[in-house]
């Protein structure tokens, strides 16, 4: 399947409500394209759901960025759809991730572990059965659905947004982004919650210079979005662990009250496997830190903002 990060065709004088028709074909178009595997053979390759959870947060951001040329009642119907498709993907990627993590301790354990990562093992094979049910359910009958709001999308309903350019939008656009994103940053991220906004607001600002990327020069695309790229993957990574941390700590006092006699054999993994991701987390909120200290420092925040200025 195709990488649809970049759009071919699109450049900076185009109007846009042709833009809008061309990004929200392809990522659209994704979706549909990953759903069927995603699916119907999440077992071939975990990276079909994955990428069906990426290419619904891609293809959202498109809708947001193009909400002009489509229509309130438009707009709300599509991010409902995708919203659905999304909810059903990441409760199984989020599985994946937490079974990828228990069969890497399993390579190295030790005995004590052995019956406690023998145990997650089943418990996360069994809630990933569980979240592929709810993905099915999910998405049911939203392919159809989807195909039908993409057939609606030509027609423009705003004629303000037929004379504004592409770059006409990216600029506001993108400047409101990119303070959104760095006024998170410069706050206090101790509290997960407050570098999870950061890590959306950041999302955000990714998937918009993707689609904006034709409007600016080279230096905009090979510098200044790979920066970008690295600060969500130190988010996402964090991510993973507070998701983690809070599936282990709903474990941990379920088997407390209900097995305590097996909750003792089981104990030496499950803490251990808690214990690595609470220190994780901290650890990538540091590589953040660093990441925004070089943001600044090397010019690359000055140099989107002059961009977005000239």
């Not at 979005?225 to 983690?244: C, R």
């Not at 953040?288 to 002059?306: D, H, N, R, V, Y």
Request: charged share 25%.
């Amino acid at each position: 399947m195709a990488d649809t990060k970049w759009i071919p065709g699109l450049h900076a004088k185009m109007s846009v409500t042709e833009a809008a028709q061309r990004v929200l074909s392809i990522r659209l178009g994704h979706v549909l394209e990953r759903l069927p595997a995603a699916v119907e053979h999440p077992d071939e390759d975990i990276e079909h759901v994955h990428q069906l959870r990426v290419g619904t947060r891609r293809a959202a951001a498109a809708v947001r960025i193009f909400a002009g040329t489509l229509g309130a009642n438009l707009h709300r119907r599509i991010r409902r759809t995708l919203k659905a498709i999304r909810r059903g993907a990441g409760a199984a990627r989020d599985w994946d991730i937490f079974l990828e993590s228990i069969n890497t301790r399993l390579r190295r354990r030790t005995v004590s572990q052995q019956a406690g990562l023998d145990f997650l093992l089943g418990f996360g094979q069994g809630h990933r059965a569980a979240a592929q049910e709810y993905l099915r359910h999910a998405t049911d009958g939203q392919s159809d659905k989807l195909r039908r709001l993409m057939d609606e999308i030509g027609k423009p309903s705003h004629a303000a947004a037929q004379a504004q350019t592409l770059r006409e939008v990216a600029i506001p656009m993108l400047t409101a982004l990119q303070h959104e994103f760095e006024q998170g940053a410069r706050g206090d991220l101790h509290a997960y919650e407050a570098l999870h906004q950061v890590r959306i607001k950041g999302k955000q600002l990714r998937y918009a210079m993707e689609v904006f990327e034709s409007c600016f020069d080279a230096a905009f695309r090979m510098r200044v979005y790979p920066s970008i790229a690295e600060m969500q993957e130190i988010l996402g990574t964090a991510n993973d662990s507070h998701v983690a941390d809070v599936m282990l700590e709903q474990l941990r006092m379920h088997m407390e009250r209900v097995q305590p006699a097996a909750w003792k054999r089981y104990r030496p993994a499950v803490e251990q496997l808690q214990l690595y991701h609470r220190r994780r987390l901290p650890r990538q909120r540091a590589l953040f830190e660093k990441w925004w200290e070089k943001w600044q420092s090397s010019g690359l925040s000055a140099a989107l903002t002059k961009w977005l200025k000239a």
